[in-house]
T-cell receptor, first 112, second 115 residues
Framework: DAKTTQPPSMDCAEGRAANLPCNHS???????VYWYRQIHSQGPQYIIH???NNETNEMASLIITEDRKSSTLILPHATLRDTAVYYC?????????????FGTGTSLTVIP | EPEVTQTPSHQVTQMGQEVILRCVPI?????FYWYRQILGQKVEFLVS????????KSEIFDDQFSVERPDGSNFTLKIRSTKLEDSAMYFC?????????????FGPGTRLTVL
């Protein structure tokens, strides 16, 4: 599975969009990009995933570059409750019991 | 909304004792996982389980660890003889089985403290 690189920390003003980048330059064609977050010491929470196309759900949008070497998670209107560590994971065959590799992620702080 | 539940939320034990951590996965899910997170460190994969057998395990998951699905709803992690370094948050997760990719849903975790 491809290695991902994320900035260690970011700040975002409450109500503004939070754009969290992820670099996965060695991603292969069958690897999906998943985003999870962990609020304090709670269990990781699924946010969104994609393969090639941009995706949107009620929580966030995922923008994947055409060459698939990087992606951006967008929280459109960040709230204080979005303060968390965000993990970008590249995973092939995600439905075969494969493990998710959680790196160090990006610690997002939403500022009032 | 269905969710993964874990009990107990906090377990304190003496070194050398056996502990069993319990999880109830989401009811229609068939893949089950255990992860752990030592305080201040990354979330680490331990094991995945499908069709009553281990499908993948990490180096951490040595002979001291075992998993079991004793009935149709519970999924357990047993540590036979706990060590101080087993102190961590243990997260259970589950996912569906389908033709496409599925997300893993995580429980709230059990904090294990080994004294």
């Amino acid at each position: 599975d491809a290695k991902t690189t994320q900035p260690p920390s970011m700040d975002c003003a409450e109500g503004r969009a939070a754009n969290l980048p992820c670099n996965h330059s060695t991603i292969s064609g069958n690897e999906y990009v998943y985003w999870y977050r962990q609020i304090h010491s709670q269990g990781p929470q699924y946010i969104i995933h994609g393969l090639k196309n941009n995706e949107t759900n009620e929580m966030a949008s995922l923008i994947i570059t055409e060459d698939r070497k990087s992606s951006t998670l967008i929280l459109p209107h960040a709230t204080l409750r979005d303060t968390a560590v965000y993990y970008c994971i590249a995973l092939s065959k995600p439905n075969t019991g494969n493990q998710f590799y959680f790196g160090t992620g990006t610690s997002l702080t939403v500022i009032p | 909304e269905p969710e993964v539940t874990q009990t107990p939320s906090h377990q304190v034990t003496q070194m050398g004792q056996e502990v069993i951590l319990r999880c109830v996965p989401i009811s229609n899910h068939l893949y089950f996982y255990w992860y752990r997170q030592i305080l201040g460190q990354k979330v680490e994969f331990l094991v995945s389980f499908y069709n009553n057998e281990i499908s993948e395990k990490s180096e951490i998951f040595d002979d001291q660890f075992s998993v079991e699905r004793p009935d149709g709803s519970n999924f357990t992690l047993k540590i036979r003889s706990t060590k101080l370094e087993d102190s961590a948050m243990y997260f259970c997760a589950s996912s569906e089985v389908s033709g496409g990719p599925n997300e893993q849903f995580f429980g709230p975790g059990t904090r294990l403290t080994v004294l």
